[in-house]
């Protein structure tokens, strides 16, 4: 199993720029496809980005492309989704999410019925 822990989320400016880290543990990162999503109140959980196993392929919500960047730090066994031009519709819980079903390495998923592991979120409030 991989065990996922996200960091990053806070309190930002519209505007301003956040950038969101989602550490493993147990498992190398890299040989899992991810996802992140996020969750505002009342509201159904939602596709952000998404990045392959083999970390060449990604994919973007329309909303966020241009603005959000999935990037790795495979010493540290770590992806960050890195977060500009923040908009308050951008407030929500963003969660990231991992997969080691042998898809293959170019496979994503945008559902978050692909994902079987999930960190425990972090908040994003973006102000106007």
């Known amino acids: 199993q991989v065990h996922l822990v996200e960091s990053g989320g806070g309190l930002v400016q519209a505007g301003g720029s956040l950038r969101l880290s989602c550490a493993a543990s147990?498992?190398?990162?890299?040989?899992?496809?991810m996802g992140w999503f996020r969750q505002a109140p009342g509201k159904e959980r939602e596709f952000v980005a998404a990045v392959s196993r083999s970390g060449g392929s990604t994919d973007y919500a329309d909303s966020v492309k241009g603005r959000f960047t999935i990037s790795s730090d495979n010493a540290k066994n770590t992806r960050y989704l890195q977060m500009n031009s923040l908009k308050p519709e951008d407030t929500a819980v963003y969660y990231c999410?991992?997969?080691?079903?042998?898809?293959?390495?170019?496979?994503?998923?945008?559902?978050?019925?692909?994902?079987?592991?999930w960190g425990q979120g972090t908040q994003v409030t973006v102000s106007s």
């Open positions: 147990g498992r190398t990162l890299s040989n899992y496809a």
């Open positions: 999410a991992a997969t080691g079903v042998p898809y293959s390495s170019r496979w994503i998923g945008v559902s978050p019925l692909s994902y079987e592991y």
